[in-house]
Nanobody, 117 residues
Framework: QVQFVESGGGSVQPGGSLRLSCAAS????????LGWFRQAPGKQRDMVASVTNRGVKNYAGAVKGRFTISRDNAKRTVSLQMNSLKPEDTAVYYC???????????WGQGTQVTVSS
């Protein structure tokens, strides 16, 4: 009952910045957490960052100190500010939500982030 639409991806040089946004829509309003995941070609999808409805944030070690997740509960959106980007950050980025039992098994189209010279 919840759909995700990601945006903000693009191509950037190493050291650059991007800000990703995700809008969640549907009839489910009780969301416990929102998060960002990424998947590079031929690799598994991994969690990058998450934020609970109480504002508690967690980050993967590879992005800690460089990425910042933020959430607007009223607008049902979540953003990911990505600074000091590295080539290894290249991936398709997805958002997802926890409704109280776990992460949704439904995914949006994602947004492509490419970091190269």
């Amino acid at each position: 009952q919840v759909q995700f639409v990601e945006s903000g991806g693009g191509s950037v040089q190493p050291g650059g910045s991007l800000r990703l946004s995700c809008a969640a829509s549907g009839s489910i309003f009780s969301i416990d957490a929102l998060g960002w995941f990424r998947q590079a070609p031929g690799k598994q999808r991994d969690m990058v960052a998450s934020v609970t409805n109480r504002g508690v944030k967690n980050y993967a070690g590879a992005v800690k100190g460089r990425f910042t997740i933020s959430r607007d509960n009223a607008k049902r959106t979540v953003s990911l500010q990505m600074n000091s980007l590295k080539p290894e950050d290249t991936a398709v980025y997805y958002c997802n939500a926890v409704y109280g039992t776990g992460w949704s098994d439904s995914w949006g189209q994602g947004t492509q982030v490419t970091v190269s010279s």
